[in-house]
């Protein structure tokens, strides 16, 4: 008979419990004339809210008192508020609303999901709202899309995925905290969306991100170098960042020393009271840090002393004990080129936005991962014909000379970020040669001709004269002590040199500023 038939809806899914694709068929009987029952009929929701919203509520009491699966895949779903229960709603079992439609709002208030939750591919039409919701397994929203506002306020996630959802309008995700995990993969930000107060875990990632809309990370929390030293496998990946038409990126009182910017669009990301990780007065990124481990030596050695310090003193003020192996991730894209662009990247967004003394910060670091990093694992270019040795020969020559010259650059003006540096230098080379002027013999009256003389040999930049007329009220005589003098001017010099452009620059930020 007509009125015996079953609804016709199959649907493949994931089961959480067998770990695979299975097709899942609808067994409720199909509406009188229809091919479908009343939560998979199209329109019946539309046609009688009321009859598919009760009978919605009565199948959600038959799943809270079981531990079995419960399935609402494929549903056709008026507004829906689980508060009209009128008891706390706690789902014990797995629970799949896959490819369900919520044509109208959807509230999830207060709601408990012991068991793996599966949202994937379902549509929020209306307003979509979890607070104070929890979900104690894997929750999945792949696929998802959610075409009006979506608030997530106070919810607990042991693990969640939103891969492929797609937020059309204002998102909110207040005071949530994953615990396990958190993926973000392809997701699209059409809206305005803020992240404020929410926890990540270390393995979270943020990929391929598309953003139309103004996005905020702020008052976020993510981990930090300091929770635990030796783990540099955990970062927050923020990779292939796409904007679209007016989309932003902001973060906002958030710690960013684990966050990995490799290959992400900085042109529209701002920074706002971040912090980041300062290592010997440079701001590092991990990746960099990472490679600096993986190719030298000394710096790793340094490394592990310094975080496996911090660990000791953990445990002497009753901390959480730390594993003492350090973790590095396998990443192949962790190479010297793909670092220092990031590092570039991240100096210029600073320039760009007026921020200068963290554009110095990162400058420093950049300039540091070039003297200190090794040579990479293998080689990663194509090389043909194969290099001679003399080719090799004259590489690492340049590159022995390249590290040497930056460590005076380094040691002269910190690569042309201190004045201080050269400042104290030209001090110790004027009173170092003008007591060697003044205590070894060689002194003429001072006159005219002894001025015009110097200015003639060049050395009237040395400031060894002034030092010497302050001691001795006398000048050297110039014929006997050339060889010493042309010394100083040439240390005096190499001062100047690079003392000059980290002068301009500060005046440079100055008047930009």
Same mark, same amino acid.
């Given at each position: 008979m007509e009125g015996a038939r079953r609804c016709k809806y199959r649907a493949e899914y994931y089961d959480f419990e067998a770990e695979e694709l299975r097709e899942w068929e609808c067994d409720m009987p199909a509406l009188p004339g229809r091919e479908y029952c009343l939560f998979h009929d199209p329109e019946y929701w539309r046609e009688h809210p009321e009859e598919v919203r009760e009978a919605f509520y009565e199948r959600v009491r038959e799943a809270m008192a079981s531990e079995e699966s419960a399935y609402f895949i494929g549903y056709h779903l008026p507004r829906v508020d689980l508060r009209e229960l009128g008891e706390d709603v706690v789902f014990r079992g797995p629970v799949y609303f896959n490819e369900a439609v919520f044509h109208e709002d959807a509230s999830f208030l207060g709601a408990s999901f012991s068991?793996?939750?599966?949202?994937?591919?379902?549509?929020?039409?209306?307003?979509?709202?979890?607070?104070?919701?929890?979900?104690?397994?894997?929750?999945?929203?792949?696929?998802?899309?959610?075409?009006?506002?979506?608030?997530f306020i106070d919810v607990v996630f042991s693990y969640a995925s939103f891969n492929h959802a797609r937020f059309s309008r204002e998102a909110r995700f207040f005071s949530v905290e994953f615990l396990k995990g958190a993926d973000l993969i392809s997701c699209v930000f059409a809206g305005p969306t803020i992240f404020s107060h929410v926890r990540f875990p270390p393995n979270a990632r943020l990929e391929n991100l598309v953003i139309s809309g103004r996005t905020v990370f702020s008052n976020t929390y993510l981990p930090s170098i300091l929770d635990d030293p030796l783990d540099l496998e955990s970062r927050l990946c923020l990779r292939y960042i796409v904007f679209d038409g007016g989309g932003k990126l902001i973060f906002s009182k958030t710690n960013m020393d684990r966050v990995s910017f490799m290959f992400a669009d900085l042109s529209r990301v701002e920074f706002w009271d971040v912090r980041w990780w300062e290592y010997k007065g440079s701001f590092m990124p991990i990746d960099a840090m990472i490679v600096l481990i993986k190719t030298n030596d000394k710096i790793a050695r340094q490394y592990k002393e310094m975080a496996r310090k911090d660990i000791r003193d953990r445990e002497e003020r009753h901390l959480t004990p730390q594993s003492e192996l350090l973790r590095l991730p396998d990443d192949p894209d962790l190479t010297l080129e793909n670092v220092l662009q990031e590092i570039r990247l991240l100096k210029n967004l600073a320039i760009s936005m007026g921020r200068y003394e963290e554009a110095a910060?990162?400058?420093?670091?950049?300039?540091?991962?070039? *003297?200190?990093?090794?040579?990479?694992?293998? !080689? #990663?270019?194509?090389? %043909?014909?194969? @290099?001679?040795?003399?080719?090799?020969? *004259?590489?690492?020559?340049?590159?022995?000379? !390249? #590290?040497?010259?930056? %460590?005076?650059? @380094?040691?002269?003006?910190?690569?042309?970020?201190?004045?201080?540096?050269p400042v104290a230098w030209l001090l110790a080379i004027w009173l170092l040669f003008g007591f060697i002027y003044a205590f070894s013999g060689l002194i003429a009256v001072p006159g005219l001709a002894t001025a015009l003389q110097l200015l003639a040999e060049g050395l009237a930049f040395s400031g060894s004269v002034v030092v010497l007329m302050l001691l001795l009220r006398a000048a050297p005589v110039v014929a006997a002590w050339g060889y010493i003098a042309w010394a100083e001017g040439a240390l005096a010099l190499l001062i100047y040199a690079v003392f000059l452009p980290t002068i301009m620059r500060r005046i440079w930020r100055l008047v930009r500023a």
């Open positions: 068991g793996p939750t599966s949202f994937n591919r379902a549509k929020f039409l209306g307003d979509a709202i979890f607070i104070a919701t929890k979900f104690s397994k894997d929750a999945r929203f792949d696929g998802a899309s959610f075409s009006e506002h979506v608030i910060k990162f400058h420093i670091a950049e300039m540091e991962v070039r *003297r200190l990093a090794g040579p990479e694992a293998k !080689e #990663r270019h194509v090389e %043909w014909p194969p @290099k001679g040795r003399l080719d090799r020969l *004259r590489e690492r020559a340049g590159s022995w000379l !390249e #590290r040497r010259l930056l %460590w005076l650059y @380094k040691a002269t003006c910190l690569y042309g970020e201190s004045l201080a540096r």
